[in-house]
């Protein structure tokens, strides 16, 4: 991330990381299933054949419930016709119609489709049992201008099992913050394009990964499902109240310009390198998925990944997907980085294993449970710093002719002597010219331009095995194979084509080495038509 923000230089304030939408998915263990539910039932004192009574008593007293208080304070209670209406649109026009800043906003009441239960009943055995399977019931839609949470809502099933979500939004989460610390700042919608103090900021939106999310999650559902404890009082307290995981989750890295009107050229300019230029192995790095040697999808690799891109009203937007998951970039008076988990299964997550707690740490699978919320941030996070250093890529000025381009990497070079702990100098070394028209230097350049190698750093193994393959059995063979390529690499570090990082021996691209790289390959592979066309 910040190799793409130092090549914007002074353009821009900085960057903002942290959560933008959050969908919490509230699920009663004790009612889960039709198992669950018949011990609730049994509990009850309630006959199976009366499921439906019941269910319906149920029902009833918890919309009283739930809508009492937005009747005590004369809040609009809403039914919609059809559930595609857009409820937060909806909302804040209500808001801004009645002068509502802090509180409830309305109660939107709509038809939709859910998972929920019924009594089959089987007319050969004479026997009847409860069955989950999809239905439609109602659903409350609490709409909040939360003192902490800024715009938000609360979606409550009126139908066994009850089912909650909770939606908020971790920028507007930010603007409530902003105003208690009174620091100054700009928003567009929910997107915030300036602030006074930067750090700040961000440390604000650190914050909200440390928060106690069953706590909080659980006051939510007490406002909006006062009844619950009372309907569920028969239960086992372990299972009585909600398990919580997060649906859909969006983290967002917001590159700040000091002129907002900067932001749309430069989306235009990425989003059309990023369909030209990133493939399906780009994709995948950019999720941090393992690939083969040769840059490849694994061949037990099952997943879907395609790419799109949408003009809306105020700019244009890419997005890569994998797996249910997302990278995004668009503008909208930022420059947005954001990754979208949906299905957090292919990540990584250290912890013990569930049937022994206590036990060591290992690399499992993650959960869509609070518990890794953490991590999910992180992983967020590493989409967004990887996708954003292979677009910097496109941020490279390519105004110079190609003759002063070639110039300094067309022609022999010569590297002067390291300084010896003695005072003396070793010997200057001498290195020819690079020939982008030779098939082994445009094979050569050609695989040191790969944007795997952007993104993750070059090893002389890496370019070992692009070059002849996986390393031979015979040790002195390998041994040999290794000195060639560390020669290469050693012309092309005096050329100032890659640079050799730091207590290791992996070797990055240098900005040069990219512009020339782009350059020299690119005039290779034109076709004489282009090249004529140029030149008339």
């Not at 989306?267 to 493939?279: F, I, K, M, T």
């Not at 031979?472 to 990082?501: C, F, Y």
Request: proline fraction near 5%.
């Amino acid at each position: 991330m910040m190799d793409f923000v130092r090549k914007l230089a002074d353009r821009v304030i900085g960057v903002l990381s942290g959560f933008d939408r959050l969908l919490f998915r509230g699920m009663l263990r004790s009612v889960v299933d039709a198992r669950g539910l018949n011990g609730y039932l049994y509990g009850a004192g309630v006959p199976m054949a009366n499921f439906k009574e019941h269910a319906q008593e149920v029902t009833q007293r918890l919309q009283e419930e739930s809508l009492r208080h937005a009747r005590q304070i004369g809040c609009e209670i809403r039914y919609l016709e059809s559930s595609q209406e857009r409820k937060k649109d909806l909302a804040q026009e209500i808001a801004q119609r009645d002068g509502i800043r802090d509180g409830l906003i309305c109660v939107l009441r709509c038809v939709e489709p859910c998972m929920t239960f019924h009594v089959r009943r089987d007319r050969s055995t004479k026997t009847i049992a409860l069955e989950r399977r999809p239905g439609k019931c109602l659903h409350l839609y609490h709409y909040y201008d939360h003192p902490q949470f800024g715009l938000m809502h609360v979606r409550l099933q009126t139908w066994f099992p009850f089912n909650l979500q909770i939606c908020l939004n971790g920028r507007e989460w930010l603007v409530k913050e902003l105003q208690k610390a009174d620091i100054g700042y700009l928003r567009h919608d929910h997107y915030v394009h300036h602030v006074d103090d930067l750090a700040a900021a961000q440390r604000l939106l650190d914050e909200q990964l440390d928060v106690s999310w069953p706590t909080l999650l659980k006051d939510l559902a007490r406002q909006v499902h006062p009844a619950h404890d009372a309907i569920f009082a028969n239960c086992p307290e372990h299972i009585r109240d909600y398990y919580w995981s997060v649906a859909e989750s969006e983290w967002a890295s917001d590159v700040l310009f000091r002129d907002p009107r900067d932001v749309f050229p430069l989306c235009e300019r990425l989003a059309a390198y990023s369909l030209r230029v990133h493939g399906a192995a780009d994709v995948m790095r950019f999720f941090g998925r393992p690939l083969r040697a040769d840059g490849q999808p694994k061949a037990n690799f099952r997943g879907e990944i395609h790419s799109d891109a949408l003009a809306f009203a105020e700019g244009i937007r890419i997005k890569h997907w994998l797996d249910q998951n997302s990278a995004k970039l668009y503008n909208q008076f930022v420059l947005r980085f954001e990754a979208t988990i949906n299905n957090p299964a292919p990540f990584k997550v250290p912890r013990p294993t569930e049937k022994d707690p206590d036990g060591p740490w290992q690399w499992l699978r993650m959960r869509k449970g609070i518990a890794d919320l953490h991590r999910r941030a992180q992983v967020s996070q590493g989409i967004n710093n990887r996708f954003a250093t292979a677009q910097a890529a496109a941020l490279d000025d390519q105004t110079e002719p190609v003759k002063e381009v070639a110039k300094g990497v067309c022609q022999r070079v010569i590297r002067p002597g390291r300084l010896k702990a003695d005072g003396t100098y070793t010997r200057p070394r001498s290195f020819r010219a690079l020939n982008p028209l030779s098939p082994d230097d445009i094979q050569l350049l050609t695989i040191v331009a790969n944007p795997k190698f952007v993104i993750s750093d070059l090893r002389n193994e890496d370019l070992r095995r692009e070059l002849y393959g996986e390393d031979p059995t015979d040790a002195k063979e390998k041994r040999r194979r290794s000195a060639k390529v560390g020669r290469k690499l050693a012309m092309l570090r005096a050329h100032g084509i890659l640079e050799k990082l730091p207590k290791g021996h992996r070797y990055r691209i240098t900005p040069k080495g990219r512009q020339a790289l782009t350059v020299l390959l690119g005039a290779a592979n034109a076709s004489t038509n282009e090249i004529l066309k140029l030149a008339a």
